[in-house]
């Protein structure tokens, strides 16, 4: 049971991290907000995820994965219910905040539990990459979820359908027996690790890989908008929005399949490093073609190829780091690295923003490719 709570954790995890930008084409005019504003939103988002990510991560090492795990779920739906329902941008902002925290409970919960219960403990990177496939999962049938019941039901009601899919894993969290966590660890003990060098580079990597995939996951529909307005591919406001959520839904999909391919591979532990740098070029190529793109069916193949090699970065990144620790301050471990991945995350999709508003957004995912060259060097030196 306490396997399913990894997976489900990360599944709800993929859902947060689709979610903003599965409804910003519908909840920027519902605001009245510019892409400037949306961005801000995902900014607070971020810094409030990378605050929590660092509590999170020694409260799971000190009082177990069980009451982490129950509150991400009920906070999360609590947040989404927010944001289905709220009449102003105010709300929005105090949404994004409580979202943090929510977040990242299911974020520390699911990717601790995974390497300890996945592949008898034997393989975090490959134990990391087969419970982040669900997370893609998550990433994937967000989009798809949303822009189906945006043409059939309002935007209120077809948002609540996601708070409803976040509440419903509480059951088995709470019922579920896992392992023994460390009772007690100290707070002095986690601010050691920054001591660590693999802890140092693999929270440098994480700033910015997150980045990145963030910058993604709440930017790609927008893209995607203006790829097919650009191509004059279809006229229909709904449709547009519709077809333009669906460039996540690949994403999602396609980095759900990089995952799991990854899973399979015996060595990745041993040689994750040569493996993260690879990923990395070949997506700084893919994100150079998607600024040049004219056609709505090229960005399709794009943004799916994005998420093929996106895909094995993060699970990669964080098995091959815990490999070279113990166990019981995983948790700790994870909350530092992610905290410092997710100042990426509230600092570039918010560049990209920025950017956008005064350009266009194609144009400013030209600022990704130098966050590629270094993610390279990053990654050789884990």
């Given at each position: 049971m306490a396997a399913l709570v990894s997976i489900l954790a990360l599944y709800a995890l993929g859902m947060c991290f689709a979610f903003l930008g599965s409804i910003s084409v519908k909840l920027m005019p519902k605001l009245g907000i510019n892409e400037g504003k949306f961005g801000t939103l995902i900014s607070v988002?971020?810094?409030?995820?990378?605050?929590?990510?660092?509590?999170?991560?020694?409260?799971?090492?000190?009082?177990?994965?069980?009451?982490?795990?129950?509150?991400?779920?009920?906070?999360?739906?609590?947040?989404?219910?927010?944001?289905?329902?709220?009449?102003?941008?105010?709300?929005?902002?105090?949404?994004?905040?409580?979202?943090?925290?929510?977040?990242?409970?299911?974020?520390?919960a699911g990717n601790t539990l995974a390497p300890v219960v996945l592949f008898g403990g034997e393989?975090?990177?490959?134990?990391?990459?087969?419970g982040?496939?669900?997370?893609?999962?998550?990433?994937?049938?967000?989009?798809?979820?949303?822009?189906?019941?945006?043409?059939?039901?309002?935007f209120e009601k077809a948002v609540s359908v996601l708070a409803l899919i976040a509440l419903v894993p509480v059951i088995f969290a709470i019922i579920a027996v896992y392992p023994a966590s460390q009772a007690g660890f100290e707070l002095a003990n986690a601010v050691s690790l920054l001591s660590k060098g693999a802890v140092i580079v693999a929270a440098i990597a994480l700033f910015f890989y997150i980045g990145l995939e963030m910058t993604f996951n709440?930017?790609?529909?927008?893209?995607?908008?203006?790829?097919?307005?650009?191509?004059?591919?279809?006229?229909?406001?709904?449709?547009?929005?519709?077809?333009?959520?669906?460039?996540?839904?690949?994403?999602?999909?396609?980095?759900?399949?990089?995952?799991?391919?990854?899973?399979?591979?015996?060595?990745?532990?041993?040689?994750g490093d040569w493996a993260l740098a690879i990923a990395a070029l070949i997506s700084g190529f893919i994100i150079l073609g998607m600024t040049l793109t004219k056609s709505v069916s090229q960005s399709r193949v794009l943004a799916s190829l994005?998420?093929?090699?996106?895909?094995?970065?993060?699970?990669?990144?964080?098995?091959?780091?815990?490999?070279?620790?113990?166990?019981?301050?995983?948790?700790?471990?994870?909350?530092?690295?992610?905290?410092?991945?997710?100042?990426?995350?509230?600092?570039?999709?918010?560049?990209?923003?920025?950017?956008?508003?005064?350009?266009?957004i194609q144009k400013s995912l030209r600022l990704l490719l130098p966050v590629c060259a270094l993610l390279i060097i990053f990654a050789i030196l884990l």
């Open positions: 988002y971020m810094f409030t995820s990378m605050v929590a990510s660092l509590i999170i991560g020694v409260l799971l090492d000190s009082i177990g994965y069980k009451p982490i795990a129950i509150v991400g779920f009920i906070l999360t739906a609590i947040v989404i219910f927010l944001f289905a329902y709220g009449k102003s941008y105010g709300m929005a902002i105090v949404a994004a905040l409580l979202f943090g925290f929510g977040a990242m409970a299911l974020n520390t393989n975090p990177a490959a134990a990391q990459n087969l982040n496939v669900f997370f893609g999962l998550g990433l994937f049938l967000t989009p798809l979820i949303v822009s189906s019941l945006f043409q059939k039901t309002t709440n930017w790609l529909p927008t893209y995607g908008k203006a790829v097919i307005k650009d191509a004059g591919a279809e006229s229909d406001p709904d449709k547009v929005d519709a077809s333009a959520s669906r460039l996540l839904m690949y994403f999602g999909f396609f980095m759900m399949i990089g995952r799991l391919i990854t899973s399979f591979i015996p060595a990745i532990t041993a040689n994005a998420g093929l090699f996106f895909g094995p970065i993060f699970p990669t990144t964080v098995g091959v780091t815990f490999a070279k620790f113990s166990p019981e301050i995983y948790g700790s471990i994870f909350g530092i690295i992610f905290a410092v991945g997710l100042l990426g995350a509230v600092v570039l999709p918010k560049a990209v923003g920025n950017i956008a508003a005064g350009s266009s």
